[in-house]
């Protein structure tokens, strides 16, 4: 089945372009069956691009799928305009009292930052213990994952002695995960971050299951049963050009940054990248998504009634 978007988004054509089925509201409306409803709480800058990238796996699925996408509630964007943010976007408290049955929240550009003094961390304190109550699975990403470990489980990043950029190798730690269904036993992931989890600081009887981790670059995913979430340090979701745009974005800013590993053939920033990683980016969110068909009420209103 396709992912339901609003009409008029940018993304509609690119995945169509890319033949990623999409449906109209019409159409959705015509089949007798309830779609999965999915969130997106967008963090980052580039706020198109990253719904593409989401999207593009999401509507990978066989299921019907309405995404909703989700802004925090008293934030200006710097990089995209009001008017498209009130075009396609919803304020995280206009619709705190809706519930899903995936909710998703990305990485944002602000690792540099102690959690505390990020503007808006009391509202991301209130939606990540609102995940608990409306939303029967969630993912972290990156930036967001960080925060949800630091937030449910009290564990400190540790910073970097440099930034990790690069196309890493990583290795499957628990090959019987539902979520790792088809995945390879050592596959190659986009990271990008200053900020490492360490292992040993896990804490124990915490539930955390360490799912994906990497010799190169420490730990990638964690299962976390207890809240009903993954934690995903790395990028997944990246298209081929993600990293290079970043690198070229900090060059030009005059941060002079190291040109990401692994990732240009070559080792030449003139050659063109390659998706190495694709196929297992469409493998997590198919499994994902899978999950929580498998596991979610029909009735949308009981998600976390009880404690799954």
């Known amino acids: 089945m396709p992912i339901r978007i609003p009409n008029d988004l940018p993304a509609k054509k690119i995945l169509l372009d890319e033949g990623i089925a999409v449906m109209d509201s019409t159409r959705a409306q015509r089949q007798d069956i309830r779609p999965l409803q999915i969130g997106l709480l967008n963090l980052m800058p580039n706020k198109q691009r990253t719904e593409t990238q989401f999207a593009r796996l999401i509507g990978s699925t066989p299921l019907q799928i309405d995404l909703t996408l989700v802004r ?4 200006a964007s710097k990089n995209t305009s009001e008017e ?7 304020r995280w408290e206009d619709m705190r009292a809706q519930k899903f049955d995936g909710f998703i929240i990305t990485g944002a550009p602000i690792a540099h930052l102690p959690f505390e003094e990020v503007r808006y961390w009391p509202e991301m304190v209130e939606i990540m213990d609102w995940t608990q109550t409306n939303v029967h699975s969630s993912m972290f990403i990156c930036w967001g994952a960080q925060a949800a470990l630091h937030h449910f489980h009290q564990i400190k990043r540790k910073k970097r002695a440099k930034k990790a950029v690069g196309v890493f190798r990583h290795q499957v730690c628990s090959k019987n995960s539902p979520y790792l269904h088809g995945f390879s036993d050592d596959l190659a992931i986009p990271v990008s971050r200053s900020n490492d989890i360490d292992v040993s600081s896990l804490p124990k ?5 360490i799912l994906i981790d990497s010799d190169e670059v420490g730990l990638c995913m964690l299962d976390d049963p207890d809240h ?11 298209d081929n050009k993600s990293l290079g745009d970043e690198f070229e974005r900090d060059k030009n800013a005059g941060l ?6 692994f990732y240009y053939p070559d080792d030449n920033s003139d050659n063109e990248p390659q998706n190495r990683w694709r196929s297992h980016g469409f493998l997590l969110f198919q499994n994902w998504i899978n999950q929580i068909y498998q596991t979610t009420p029909f009735d949308l209103s009981k998600v976390n ?4």
């Not at 925090?72 to 934030?75: F, G, L, Y």
């Not at 002079?256 to 590993?261: A, K, M």
């Open 84 to 90: 498209y943010l009130k075009s396609f976007y919803q």
């Open 228 to 238: 009903r979430a993954l934690h995903m340090l790395n990028h997944l979701e990246y």
């Open 305 to 308: 009634a009880t404690k799954s």
């Open 256 to 261: 002079n940054p190291e040109q990401p590993l």
């Open 72 to 75: 925090i509630s008293d934030h």
């Open 205 to 209: 009887n915490s539930g955390l299951k």
